[in-house]
């Protein structure tokens, strides 16, 4: 089982900077995989959308409208992830989520699936 943690929303003016971290419990069983890890964000009213992904072995992109401002990392060792935001727009404002999936999916090992943390809000005033 994977149990995901956001932390680091609040409240920022426009230009503004943030990091945001996720602190992933897994359980021991579920440590031989490895995870895919990525955030997304969601605006009242809106969809959830994709903002960054960073893969098990460090490979990272961007959505279009982060791509510059945002970065994207991750330590295996302690099993956390960041997004540091930077120049922050009031469009950035949504609640962000913290995503997880095995990166190498195989039915005996690391069956296909997805985790979600519960979010942690961030508000950009212009």
């Known amino acids: 089982q994977v149990q995901l943690e956001e932390s680091g929303g609040g409240s920022v003016q426009a230009g503004g900077s943030l990091r945001l971290s996720c602190a992933a419990a897994i359980s021991g069983f579920w440590n031989r995989c490895a995870y895919d890890m990525s955030w997304h964000r969601q605006a009242p009213g809106k969809g959830r959308e994709f903002v960054s992904r960073i893969t098990a072995d460090g490979t990272t992109n961007y959505a279009d409208s982060v791509n510059g401002r945002f970065a994207i990392s991750r330590d295996n060792a302690k099993k956390l992830m960041w997004l540091e935001m930077n120049n922050l727009k009031p469009e950035d404002t949504a609640m962000y989520y913290c995503?997880?999936?095995?990166?190498?999916?195989?039915?005996?090992?690391?069956?296909?699936?997805?985790?979600w943390g519960q979010g942690t809000q961030v508000t950009v005033s212009s």
């Open positions: 995503n997880s999936v095995p990166a190498f999916p195989s039915y005996w090992e690391c069956p296909a699936s997805t985790y």
